[in-house]
C-alpha cells in the first residue's frame, strides 16, 4: 500500500481522510496497492474519531517512518506549512496540498526543490477547490497557448454577491448568513477584499504563462462597496455584478491580470454561476473557448481534488511529475493601461460634469434608485484616463467596470 500522511485534520484534512477511506475501492481500480493514511498531525486529538489513533503532534514522525511517500499538507497559513512542505520534498515525498496562500508565495521555489528530489509538489485544490483545472492547464492543454483565463474564482463572495442579487440582503446581512453557513470566516477579509481571488488568479496566470505572477502586483479589489442599490441597476441592464479574477495576454505579449467585481451581461455563462460555486474560462489559440464549473470550496470536493493529487503521486513514486512555473518574475501589463466601460455612480448636481468627463454612453435608470443621483455608462476608456477624469469629481460614489463582451 502507499503510505500517507495528512498535515492538519480540518475541514480538508478531515476530508481527504473520509474520501481515501469510502472510495478505496474505486482508487484501487487506478492505484491497484491502495493508499492508506498512516499518520495525521494536527494540534488537537480528536476524541472519540474513529481516526484518532493515528494522530500525532509531532511532524517528526512522519519523516522519520520511512514508509511515507506522499503527504497532504491541508494545514493552511505560510508557517509552518512552508517548513513541513520543504521538509518532505527534501527528502523525496511528494506533497499535495490545498493551501493556496503557500502555493502563490513560494509555488515555483518548491517545485524545483520536487524537481531535483524526483517528487512532486501538487496543488490542484488550491484553485476552484473541488474543479479539475490546474491538471487541464499542465495536461490536456499544453499544445495551446492559453490566451486568457478568468473567472468566479472565490465561492463565499460569490454566495454573498448570490443573496444580495436574488433576495436583496445588503452587503452586511448576506456576509452574515454566510458565516451562519460556514461559508465565510470569522475574519472574512481574505475572501471579501478579493486577496483570495488575487491569489488564485496569480497561480493561474503563472501557470499559463511559465513565469511567476506575483499576487502583490495585481490590481485587487474586493466587493465590500457593492450594494443593494447596484444590483438595481445592473438588473435594469440585464447584468450581474460577478467578483472575477482576470487574466488576459495583450496583444504586445504582456498579461493583465486584474481582481475585481466587474458586470457581467445575463447572456453570459459566468452570469449564471451561482451560489458558492465557481466558473472559469480558459481560451487557447486552437482550442477557443473551454468552461470549468463545480463547487470552488468545500470539504468533498476540495479533499476530492487533493486525493487526486495524492493517486497522481502514487502512479509516479520516484518520478517528478512536471510544471512549466518557473520562478522568474514576470512583469504585468500596466493596469492603467487597461480599458474598459465603467458603470458610475454619481450626485445629481455633478451628472453634466461628470457625463462630459467620463464619455457617458448611456444613462441607467431602475425603479427604487436614489433621487440624489445619477448613473451611467461610461464610453470604452483607460484606467488612466477614467482616474484622471474623476479627480474633478467630488460624488462619485460608486465604479465597476463591465467585463467585455
Ligand atoms: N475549506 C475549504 O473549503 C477549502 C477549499 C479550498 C482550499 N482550502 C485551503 O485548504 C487549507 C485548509 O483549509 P481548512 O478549511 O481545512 O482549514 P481548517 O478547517 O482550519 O483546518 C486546518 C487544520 O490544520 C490544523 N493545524 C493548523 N496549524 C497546525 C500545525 N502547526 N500543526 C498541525 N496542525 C495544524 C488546524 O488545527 P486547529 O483547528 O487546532 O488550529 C486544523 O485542524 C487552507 O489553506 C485553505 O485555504 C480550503
Keep these: 500500500m502507499i503510505q500517507m500522511a495528512v498535515l492538519g485534520f480540518g475541514t480538508v484534512g478531515g476530508g481527504v481522510v473520509e474520501v481515501i477511506d469510502r472510495n478505496q475501492d474505486v482508487i484501487r481500480k487506478t492505484v491497484p496497492q491502495g ?9 488537537r486529538d480528536f476524541p472519540g474519531n474513529p481516526y484518532n489513533d493515528r494522530v500525532t503532534h509531532d511532524y517528526q514522525d512522519i519523516l522519520d517512518d520511512g514508509e511515507i511517500e506522499v503527504i497532504c499538507e491541508t494545514m493552511g497559513g505560510r508557517e509552518p506549512a512552508y517548513t513541513f512542505t520543504r521538509k518532505a520534498l527534501e527528502r523525496g515525498i511528494s506533497v499535495c496540498t490545498s493551501n493556496k ?6 509555488g515555483p521555489e518548491l ?28 495536461a490536456c492543454l499544453t499544445q495551446e497557448d492559453i490566451t486568457a483565463v478568468f473567472g468566479i474564482l472565490n465561492g463565499t463572495t460569490n454566495y454573498i454577491l448570490t443573496r444580495m442579487e436574488k433576495s436583496g440582503l445588503s452587503f452586511e446581512n448576506a456576509l452574515r448568513e454566510a458565516q451562519e453557513k460556514g461559508y465565510a470566516e470569522r475574519n472574512p477579509a481574505a475572501d471579501v477584499e478579493g486577496h483570495d481571488a488575487c491569489r488564485k488568479i496569480a497561480i493561474l496566470s503563472s501557470l499559463i504563462s511559465g513565469k511567476t505572477v506575483r499576487y502583490e502586483d495585481i490590481p485587487c479589489e474586493g466587493i465590500s462597496r457593492v450594494t443593494t442599490v447596484d444590483f438595481g441597476y445592473a438588473r435594469s441592464i440585464n447584468r450581474a455584478i460577478k467578483l472575477l479574477g482576470v487574466s488576459r495576454k495583450l496583444e504586445n505579449g504582456k498579461l493583465s491580470v486584474r481582481t ?41 470536493p476540495t479533499a476530492s481534488a487533493v486525493v487526486s493529487d495524492v493517486m497522481e503521486c502514487a502512479r509516479n513514486i520516484g518520478r517528478n511529475i ?33 457625463g462630459e468627463l467620463l464619455h457617458a454612453d448611456f444613462m ?41 463582451d
Excluded at 464549473?293 to 470539504?299: M, V
Design 111 to 138: 517545485l524545483e526543490i520536487a524537481k531535483a528530489h524526483n517528487c512532486s509538489y501538487l496543488f490542484e485544490a488550491s484553485v476552484g477547490g473541488g474543479i479539475p483545472l490546474i491538471r487541464p492547464i499542465n
Design 364 to 404: 441607467v435608470h431602475y425603479e427604487g434608485a436614489p433621487a440624489d443621483e445619477r448613473a451611467f455608462v461610461t464610453a470604452v476608456m483607460t484606467e488612466r484616463e477614467y482616474e484622471e477624469a474623476v479627480k474633478s469629481l467630488s460624488s462619485v460614489k460608486q465604479c465597476i467596470r463591465l467585463l467585455q
Design 322 to 354: 512536471g510544471c512549466n512555473w518557473s520562478g522568474e518574475i514576470l512583469s504585468i501589463a500596466d493596469p492603467k493601461e487597461e480599458s474598459y466601460r465603467y458603470f458610475v455612480r454619481v450626485g445629481k448636481e455633478e451628472e453634466r460634469e461628470a
Design 101 to 106: 496562500e503557500l502555493v502563490a508565495a513560494h
Design 35 to 43: 493508499i492508506y493514511v498512516k499518520y495525521i498531525l494536527d494540534l
Design 260 to 300: 475585481a467585481p466587474f458586470l457581467v451581461r445575463e447572456d453570459h455563462p459566468l452570469h449564471s454561476v451561482q451560489d458558492v460555486f465557481n466558473g472559469v474560462f480558459v481560451h487557447g489559440n486552437m482550442v477557443d473557448d473551454l468552461m470549468f464549473y463545480g463547487r470552488g470550496a468545500g470539504k468533498f
